[in-house]
Every structure is written in C-alpha cells, then in structure tokens.
C-alpha cells in the first residue's frame, strides 16, 4: 500500500516555472514506477511523465518533452516534477501515481495508487 500527497501547485504567468512534489508513504517505494498525469477542465486524464525505480529511466508526452523534467529521490521517498515554459495550457489538476508495471506504462488505468491532486494554473 502506497499514499501520496502531492504539493506545489499554485497560479504562475505562461512562461512561469513551478515545481510539483509528490511524497509516498510506506517502506515500498523504490519498487515502483512512479507517474505524473493531468486532468484539464472537460477532458480526460492524460499521461505527462513517468520514472523508473532507480530512476534511471524517464517517459514524457511530447507535449511537454524538453519542458518538464521528472525526478526522484528514493532516500526521501518523493517524486518531482519540475515544468519550465509554462503555457496557459499547462492548466489542470496534476496528479502523482504509482504502479509496478514498467516506467513506459502511459495508460491510467495501470496505475494502482493515486494523489490527491494539485491545481495548476498558468495564466497569459
């Protein structure tokens, strides 16, 4: 069993920066995959970032490849989401989330645990 809190949403003007972070409970963490998604106001939830156990590995929907960079540190057991360039559609609800299955899993629904969700916002 994993809980995850996540943090560090808020309001930021388009090309703003904002660093999401996302903290795990239990002994298990390094064993998982762990995932960033959003969901927009409307529209479904969609897949932003994963990262693998070791962190060796990360995943990016090309919509924010080379502006979003996923991390993590296990000795801490949180995850981050660093997003630079921020555009107005950027906005949504960010969720943290955690399988077993591979870093290249993209789908939501192979994911086991779920945040809360963060609200970010990012204004023209």
């Known amino acids: 069993q994993v809980q995850l809190v996540e943090s560090g949403g808020g309001l930021v003007q388009a090309g703003g920066s904002l660093r999401l972070s996302c903290a795990a409970s239990?002994?298990?963490?390094?064993?998982?995959?762990m995932g960033w998604f959003r969901q927009a106001p409307g529209k479904e939830r969609a897949f932003v970032a994963a990262i693998s156990w070791s962190g060796a590995m990360t995943y990016y929907a090309d919509s924010v490849k080379g502006r979003f960079t996923i991390s993590r540190d296990n000795a801490k057991n949180t995850v981050y989401l660093q997003m630079n360039s921020l555009k107005p559609e950027d906005t949504a609800v960010y969720y943290c989330?955690?399988?077993?299955?591979?870093?290249?899993?993209?789908?939501?629904?192979?994911?086991?645990?779920w945040g809360q969700g963060t609200q970010v916002t990012v204004s023209s």
């Open positions: 989330a955690a399988t077993m299955r591979g870093a290249s899993t993209r789908s939501q629904y192979e994911y086991d645990y």
């Open positions: 239990g002994r298990t963490f390094t064993t998982y995959t």
